[in-house]
């Protein structure tokens, strides 16, 4: 929800007839969860479709588990994020255990200073790796190598507050944030690219998130681009789109000693002139999977966030001509090429969306 | 449909409720073009749920146009082929009048040889290439120069029936044909890979053909496998799918002259032993392609159609490896490889539906 919307808009954009918001918009502010007011300048003639205000009081708590960094946020209906903290995560030999009590030290942190009277009514959050739908286990994140851990039975637990917590991909999630609020709206069938360390992908395909058979859709950081000599990737295989356009390939390409790592040492690769083949290089590799996306999915945008967002701001020449060269003409000729406008909140984002999600699920059960 | 089917069982298939079937059915006997019947085996008491049963005396005429083969068929509803004409076609220098006066041709001996009293109630087409939804124009077909060609409009003028042609890409058209009456029954997300001379690929997500913004989408022969040193693809570029595993591929790698074609051809390399080497290098650039389709869909199943079927059959081990390589195992472990059921008539079989929709979408139209 995008802030206050009449109950005509809100019926269209949910895609449900009159009658049933009337139903919800009544349960939702007897929950205390939306105010219904009449718009500004009714003169009190005829029948106006009463506003429907998302109430200041309620507020969900997103995270945002990345490769190098952890986040957690207060976030008020429509997508303000109130409050937030952040630290920087060491990236290797991290434990589930560490991890969920360090959330959760934020998630209590920020409760503690969220305004009397204010309530948490919902938990969500995005994880750097592949996520099962309903139960928020992390089946495989090869960055932090986790394989079946009970990411969102834990992280709830150690919380305490007795809300489940949703989770899903950091991609996924930052798609559906495009979708909703950023570079994607309006634009149904898109492509969102997502540079963490490593590179994950969210596909929406007619409005809705690709999940495939058992929702581990859009897996598109280990899609092999380079298949005789590819860089070896942290799934085990060689030449995967992360392998080829990921942190260590631009870091390494620009021939950075192994310790280097982290956003500000990407951001340093690429606005370094003497680094401008390493870019070109990787921006190739860049250019190879999106094309081969475009052909696959023949999107009306692609969409690049996190650290993808500074190097397609740099490396769109090569981007551009390798779809040029490898997509079809008929597949490419609606793709727009567009920078995350929500930048590194976008997965923060997608979080809290999925937390409201769970709650105006069933607004009564919080 | 696949025959006769109770009208609850339509309507749970339909994914519509009772009143509306009753609505349909009732439009649709009125029509003659279904029957509803009492169930066999009925004693009368009780309210059984009507049999609802194609009417014998209806059927579409299917077209289809691949790279070296014309076929049409007299299609009854619910798939039975009824009748058939089929002749080779030159690959060089066919354009749209020869293609359509040919299949006009075929069409008009098939009506002429239909029983008495029977009807012709609508007309689809298979195309080996990529079609703009709606008006059946072609808008680009590699193999056989086709651009921006209005085959739908002009197949309809000259069979002069008063009926228009509806018309899809032939992999399309195979994927949804596997999916009603194949190897995909029952599986939602699913990829049909089907080669022609040329691989196409129909993927469904969710249940619906993945068709993007303008309903180019699915168009793996063009994923580029091969970005180093990959064999030229008749788009223009190098390294496509298509141009690693398609026939020219595979006969190439096979040391055959130039001269030598079609799907005899094919076969013969697939069942010479000395050809071993060759057919191991097809499968594996086509399981390198499959492992990036399963990490982009997880889908239920891959299904190998057309030419790529007895491919498949020959070079499984060398798809099974390149897939345990390369896709991740969260996004494999519920897909299933199957070959076509349908074999060569599932995108004959995916044109008649097509014949058939055009009619259930508006069965007093015609």
């Given at each position: 929800m995008a802030g206050p919307l009449s109950r005509a808009a809100l019926a269209e954009r949910m895609g449900v007839n009159r009658s049933t918001i009337l139903a919800l918009t009544a349960e939702l502010a007897g929950a205390g969860l939306v105010r219904e007011e009449l718009p500004a300048g009714t003169t009190g003639a005829g029948r106006p479709s009463l506003m429907v205000r998302p109430s200041p009081g309620f507020f969900v708590l997103a995270f945002d588990v990345a490769v190098d960094r952890l986040s957690a946020a207060r976030v008020g209906?429509?997508?303000?994020?109130?409050d937030r903290r952040s630290a920087p995560r060491s990236r290797a030999g991290v434990d589930l255990d560490t991890v969920v009590a360090r959330l959760a030290a934020m998630g209590r942190d920020l409760l503690d200073a969220a305004p009397p009277g204010t309530v948490c009514a919902g938990l969500g959050a995005s994880y750097c790796g592949m996520v099962r739908p309903g139960d928020g286990t992390v089946r495989y994140g090869p960055q932090m190598g986790w394989v079946d851990q009970a990411f969102g039975t834990e992280l709830a637990k150690a919380l305490g507050i007795g809300l489940p917590v949703a989770v899903g991909n950091e991609a996924h999630l930052g798609a559906l944030a495009e979708h909703e609020r950023g570079a994607g709206v309006g634009v149904d069938d898109l492509i969102y690219l997502h540079g963490d360390v490593g590179v994950g992908g969210g596909i929406l395909v007619g409005g809705k998130l690709l999940g495939g058979e058992s929702g581990y859709g859009c897996e598109v950081g280990h899609m092999l681009v380079n298949p005789v000599d590819g860089r070896p990737c942290l799934c085990g295989s060689r030449g995967c789109l992360e392998a080829e356009t990921g942190e260590y390939a631009l870091l390494a390409a620009a021939g950075r000693p192994p310790g280097e790592a982290g956003r500000d040492a990407v951001r340093a690769v690429l606005t370094d002139p003497s680094a401008g083949a390493a870019v070109a290089e990787i921006g190739d590799w860049l250019g190879i999977g999106v094309a081969n996306l475009i052909n696959l999915f023949n999107p009306g945008a692609v969409i690049f966030g996190g650290m993808l967002r500074d190097v397609y701001a740099v490396a769109a020449p090569q981007v551009a001509a390798r779809i040029a060269q490898h997509a079809v003409p008929v597949s490419r000729e609606r793709a727009s090429l567009r920078l995350s406008a929500?930048?590194?909140d976008a997965t923060l984002l997608g979080a809290a969306d999925l937390g409201f999600a769970t709650l105006l699920a069933d607004p009564l059960a919080a």
């Amino acid at each position: 929800m995008a802030g206050p919307l009449s109950r005509a808009a809100l019926a269209e954009r949910m895609g449900v007839n009159r009658s049933t918001i009337l139903a919800l918009t009544a349960e939702l502010a007897g929950a205390g969860l939306v105010r219904e007011e009449l718009p500004a300048g009714t003169t009190g003639a005829g029948r106006p479709s009463l506003m429907v205000r998302p109430s200041p009081g309620f507020f969900v708590l997103a995270f945002d588990v990345a490769v190098d960094r952890l986040s957690a946020a207060r976030v008020g209906l429509g997508g303000p994020i109130l409050d937030r903290r952040s630290a920087p995560r060491s990236r290797a030999g991290v434990d589930l255990d560490t991890v969920v009590a360090r959330l959760a030290a934020m998630g209590r942190d920020l409760l503690d200073a969220a305004p009397p009277g204010t309530v948490c009514a919902g938990l969500g959050a995005s994880y750097c790796g592949m996520v099962r739908p309903g139960d928020g286990t992390v089946r495989y994140g090869p960055q932090m190598g986790w394989v079946d851990q009970a990411f969102g039975t834990e992280l709830a637990k150690a919380l305490g507050i007795g809300l489940p917590v949703a989770v899903g991909n950091e991609a996924h999630l930052g798609a559906l944030a495009e979708h909703e609020r950023g570079a994607g709206v309006g634009v149904d069938d898109l492509i969102y690219l997502h540079g963490d360390v490593g590179v994950g992908g969210g596909i929406l395909v007619g409005g809705k998130l690709l999940g495939g058979e058992s929702g581990y859709g859009c897996e598109v950081g280990h899609m092999l681009v380079n298949p005789v000599d590819g860089r070896p990737c942290l799934c085990g295989s060689r030449g995967c789109l992360e392998a080829e356009t990921g942190e260590y390939a631009l870091l390494a390409a620009a021939g950075r000693p192994p310790g280097e790592a982290g956003r500000d040492a990407v951001r340093a690769v690429l606005t370094d002139p003497s680094a401008g083949a390493a870019v070109a290089e990787i921006g190739d590799w860049l250019g190879i999977g999106v094309a081969n996306l475009i052909n696959l999915f023949n999107p009306g945008a692609v969409i690049f966030g996190g650290m993808l967002r500074d190097v397609y701001a740099v490396a769109a020449p090569q981007v551009a001509a390798r779809i040029a060269q490898h997509a079809v003409p008929v597949s490419r000729e609606r793709a727009s090429l567009r920078l995350s406008a929500l930048a590194d909140d976008a997965t923060l984002l997608g979080a809290a969306d999925l937390g409201f999600a769970t709650l105006l699920a069933d607004p009564l059960a919080a």
